[in-house]
């Protein structure tokens, strides 16, 4: 699902549950600078940031087609990753859309899609669709690609808020240095959600067994076709703060540069969803265990930008953290809090970085806090995005259906106020802890917050100082010439 996204408009409880991937939460109050919604940037967009290059892209139109189609987002260019099998994963500038550039067929053009790994169903903004949306993004059909073949058998796809709808087609998806055949959707409707955010699409990377597409998910194409030698991919998303633009998806194996130690494999629960979905051992703040009455599972999901758990789980968690305040599903907390969260799997603790759950600051003074109260599928579920994912490297294994953590080497730069070393993982398993609540260790305190942010800030400035050039600069700058409509930040 992906949430690598922001919070949204209200939908009862009743409905949560048919939600399939993509959860885009929407705060009702959006005055923080850091969670608001991203919205089309104007042609000439303004980039004081150094190491990016911002393409505002405007497609005209042409003799062959009498649709305009533009896409006027702002989109942060990772760099190529040197392992093979990789591409690199850009995103949007504020850590809540994580995407993959493709081309397809023999267009020329990039499209971003949402990396989603709750979701199965890959698709794309069709040259037909109406919807609003659409008119602000990238679009693809027949007269980009020659060697696109079309279906009229619909897919239909409903998300935690939003949905799209549309039918089948096959064509040749370039992504990185692999070229598999692939059938996905050709979206002629989409729901104004996705206006806010600079996806022209959804890569669905699930399990592959919730299917609203009826054919072959990527994984299996790719294994079939003998492009990677196992179902298996990883994953490192960057933080915009640090500088590094260096988020890449690994195919068919996993970036041992990215880790240290072993990787955690945690063994998924079983589900007819296709969620990426392995048990809770424990959740703390500080040395504070958060106590639940049973064991909980959580989803993880790269697209979705937050975490998102039952409200009595997240009051919970809130209440070890000293001055936090609660406004229905959300909560505040003081913007100097150095409250360390803990999330464990397989007995291995996790840290995540306050600079990833605490977020931007609110008119009361209060910083917002991106773990929120919202059931988005079962009591016993929480749907665990990119604001834990930044803090690891993931690992999703579709042959022993497993997800692995590994704990960040240096180059990762994860801040070091929140990312300490877990001990060696202990034997696979779901712990005794877990049928009778989430008591127990929550592991290694982190250091100081004094001294964590002045190291954090060192190793900030010096690795701005060698951030790379972006991937494909120079090609991108030769289409940007061509419509005399490209900054160079």
Request: aromatic residues 8%; hydrophobic residues 35%.
């Amino acid at each position: 699902m992906h949430t690598s996204l922001l919070p949204w408009l209200a939908l009862s409880a009743a409905l949560l549950p048919t939600a399939t991937a993509f959860y885009p939460y929407h705060y009702e109050d959006d005055s923080t600078t850091s969670n608001s919604r991203r919205t089309p940037s104007s042609p000439a967009v303004a980039n004081t940031d150094s190491r990016s290059i911002t393409l505002p892209i405007h497609r005209i139109t042409t003799s062959s087609s009498l649709r305009t189609r533009q896409n006027a987002y702002k989109i942060v260019n990772s760099n190529d990753p040197k392992q093979a099998n990789s591409v690199a994963i850009d995103q949007d500038g504020g850590d809540l859309s994580y995407m993959v550039a493709v081309t397809i067929g023999d267009s020329k053009e990039e499209y971003h899609l949402l990396l989603d790994s709750a979701a199965s169903n890959t698709w794309v903004m069709g040259q037909d669709c109406r919807s609003n949306a659409c008119k602000l993004h990238n679009s693809f059909g027949t007269s980009d690609s020659s060697s696109l073949k079309t279906q009229t058998t619909p897919f239909s796809v409903t998300y935690g808020t939003g949905s799209v709808s549309g039918t089948l087609a096959t064509d040749t998806l370039h992504i990185g240095p692999l070229s598999p055949s692939l059938t996905f959707g050709l979206a002629n409707d989409v729901s104004s959600e996705f206006s806010s955010y600079p996806m022209d699409g959804i890569l669905g990377i699930g399990r592959g067994t919730a299917d609203n597409i009826a054919a072959p998910k990527l994984l299996d194409v790719l294994s079939t076709s003998k492009l990677i030698s196992a179902k298996i991919y990883g994953v490192h998303l960057s933080r915009a703060t640090d500088g590094l633009s260096d988020g890449e998806l690994n195919l068919g194996t996993v970036n041992k540069d990215r880790f240290t130690g072993d990787l955690n494999y945690v063994d998924c629960v079983p589900n007819d969803t296709g969620f990426w979905e392995v048990p809770v051992s424990a959740a703390s703040v500080d040395t504070n265990s958060i106590p639940l009455a049973s064991a909980r599972n959580a989803i993880i999901d790269t697209g979705t930008s937050f975490i998102l758990m039952p409200p009595s789980d997240a009051l919970a968690l809130h209440k070890n953290i000293a001055g936090y305040v609660q406004d229905g599903e959300t909560f505040s907390v003081p913007c100097d809090t150095a409250a360390t969260v803990q999330f464990s799997f397989n007995n291995v603790p996790y840290n995540i970085s306050t600079a990833d759950w605490r977020g931007g600051k609110l008119s009361t003074g209060l910083c917002r806090s991106n773990i929120v109260g919202r059931q988005t599928f079962g009591e016993k579920q929480w749907l665990v995005g990119d604001v834990f994912l930044k803090n690891v490297y993931s690992v999703f294994d579709a042959e022993k259906w497993r997800v692995g953590f590994g704990v960040k080497s240096a180059g990762a730069a994860t801040p070091s106020a929140s990312s300490a070393v877990p001990p060696p993982p202990t034997s696979a398993g779901v712990p005794d802890a877990a049928e009778t609540g989430l008591v127990g260790s929550p592991g290694a305190a982190a250091p100081s917050s004094a001294a964590a942010e002045a190291t954090q800030q060192d190793q900030k400035d010096e690795l701005q100082k060698g951030a790379g050039i972006k991937r494909n600069a120079m090609s991108r700058v030769v289409v940007l010439l061509a419509s005399s409509m490209f900054i160079l930040g």
